[in-house]
């Protein structure tokens, strides 16, 4: 079970590969996008300010999903290629550390979606996840961490 919390979000540089995919499609770009954006990162001489990360800019439909992976970084970079800058929204968040493996996340959806229910809360569509654990490091997927965010909105 995780345990979440309501949470206030400054805006958040990042840069990112933006695709449209299907949920088997997303490791494979993940990989992409990951390896690309840090050789745009590393060519501008920026630093990653944190973990790799997605966002989702909108709720999926019944089979596609609108994807945005990168690394946080501290200013906006320059379009190279597919990378391009991205400004995370700032606002009322509700958080939560998923452990676990990548495949399990739907479970925490649910429960994040019972919790914020349960508070008169109202998601927006914009969320995000930041992946605390790194795969090729960390071999058990059971102590996966994945960061959840999900924005909210402000009247409730």
Do not use: K, N
Not at 30 to 41: C, E, I, P, S, T
Not at 117 to 144: F, H, I
């Amino acid at each position: 079970m995780t345990t979440f919390e309501i949470d206030e979000v400054q805006s958040q540089h990042a840069a990112v590969v933006r695709g449209q995919m299907r949920v088997e499609e997303i490791p494979d770009f993940f990989g992409r996008a990951f390896g690309a954006v840090m050789d745009a990162l590393v060519t501008q001489g920026i630093d990653a300010a944190g973990p790799p990360m997605a966002y989702y800019p909108a709720m999926p439909d019944e089979e596609m999903f609108d994807v945005e992976a990168g690394f946080p970084t501290a200013v906006a970079i320059e379009p190279v290629g597919d990378v391009v800058p991205l400004v995370l929204p700032h606002g009322r968040v509700a958080r939560g550390v998923h452990v676990g493996p990548y495949d399990t996340l739907t479970d925490t959806y649910d429960q994040l979606f019972a919790w914020l229910a349960e508070r008169g809360e109202s998601p927006c569509e914009q969320m995000w996840e930041c992946y605390l654990s790194d795969p090729s490091v960390e071999s058990d997927p059971a102590v996966w961490r994945t960061e959840v965010v999900w924005l909210l909105h402000d009247a409730h």
